[in-house]
């Protein structure tokens, strides 16, 4: 009888900690990114994007003004990172800034970073997939309300699924 209440009490010492540690785990993974980070070689990345999905994605190019796939898209969907499949806009964000350049006020939160660009000798801040690293273009202050920023995105970059 005793040898019982041992076994099931320490069974239920052990389930507890089991409990425990399955919580703990949880709570570090929550305190993680969103996203694990996608880390690739050059090699890599040539093989799996197109020639100028590498040149703009990897090697920070532009595509022309007015020759991108979605500036003038207006359909309903979602614009994910063309490397990594990462959600970046939505089109409830997209305006028509007049550019050439598919341009939003606001990204979806986590999608993106920004870093601080001095080419060109100008002062701008560059905006970069979250997950993978690869750039997307550049943020703006002269962009409409509610937030004032133009996100100039490269086509390029983008892989638009309607909803
Ligand atoms: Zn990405």
């Known amino acids: 009888m005793r040898k019982t209440l041992a076994v099931f009490l320490f069974g239920i010492l052990f389930l507890s900690c089991a409990n425990k540690s399955e919580f703990a785990q949880n709570a570090k993974s929550k305190d993680k990114p969103m996203k694990d980070k996608i880390m690739k ?3 890599e990345w040539k093989k799996e994007l197109t020639p100028e999905q590498y040149r703009v994605l990897r090697e920070k190019g532009t595509e022309r003004a007015f020759t991108g796939k979605y ?12 490397a990594c499949d990462n959600p970046l806009f939505t089109s409830k964000t997209k305006f028509e800034s007049g550019s050439g350049w ?3 006020y606001e990204p979806i939160p986590g999608g993106i970073e920004s870093e601080t660009d001095n080419s060109l000798g100008m002062a ?14 550049h943020v703006f202050d002269d962009g409409p309300k509610p ?15 309607k909803e």
């Open 41 to 43: 070689s050059d090699e």
């Open 71 to 82: 500036y003038q898209n207006h359909e309903d969907g979602i614009y994910y990172c063309a």
């Open 102 to 104: 598919p341009s939003f």
């Open 124 to 137: 701008r801040t560059e905006i970069l997939c979250a997950r993978c690293g690869g750039h997307l273009g």
């Open 147 to 161: 937030t004032g920023l133009r996100y100039c995105i490269n086509s390029v970059s983008l892989d638009f699924k």
